[in-house]
């Protein structure tokens, strides 16, 4: 997209900042893993914390443990700068499937899980990720399929509360946020 992501304006905010709001009602902390000290400086001013990679790499694998081991709480919900529509209410149920378990994910017919949609039990998580960082693994879905006990949640469980999923959409192009802006317009 050209450039920091999370800060793409969209209706007037940056992305990262509808994430932020949607999140603040359901979550008792909000954390925001960047990259570098530069990046973290861009982002210290939406009232979060912001964390630095604790470790080389910069793949997404790298900010989830970076982000899984500042998390206060048991569990976490893990998402990414660029879903501005998140539902409350899928992220409440994932929490409620994820009571017990190590994790609750979105889970397709095919058997594709949405990883930066998961509630993630978050020690477990930290652990899980770090020792596939060290043998060099760079994919975030791993973590899923590496943990001992994932509540798969149906998708069409979701549709119950999202009937088009729009808390699944992400941004990563320009035309992303031109037919973001026609929808939250009102537009069809």
Not at 95 to 118: C, I, M, R, Y
Not at 150 to 159: A, G
């Amino acid at each position: 997209m050209g450039g920091e992501k999370g800060l793409t304006m969209l209706d007037s905010k940056p992305l990262i900042t509808h994430v932020i709001d949607r999140l603040r009602p359901v979550t008792d902390e909000i954390i925001i893993v960047v990259s570098s000290e530069i990046q973290k400086e861009k982002y210290f001013a939406f009232g979060v914390r912001v964390v630095v990679d604790k470790l080389k790499g910069e793949t997404p694998i790298v900010g989830a443990y970076s982000g899984f081991t500042e998390v206060q709480g048991d569990y976490a919900f893990m998402t990414g700068c660029d879903q501005p529509l998140i539902n409350t209410a899928i992220v409440n149920l994932l929490f409620s499937e994820a009571e017990g378990h190590e994790a609750a994910t979105p889970t397709w017919p095919n058997g594709w899980v949405e990883p930066l949609h998961t509630v993630y039990r978050a020690k477990q998580a930290a652990e899980c990720a770090y020792r596939l960082i060290i043998s060099g693994e760079k994919r975030l879905r791993i973590i899923l399929r590496s943990l001992n006990d994932v509540k798969f949640v149906p998708i069409d469980t979701l549709k119950w509360l999202d009937p088009k999923l729009l808390t699944l959409i992400d941004v990563d192009t320009e035309e992303d946020i031109q037919q973001l802006k026609l929808y939250l317009s009102g537009e069809p």
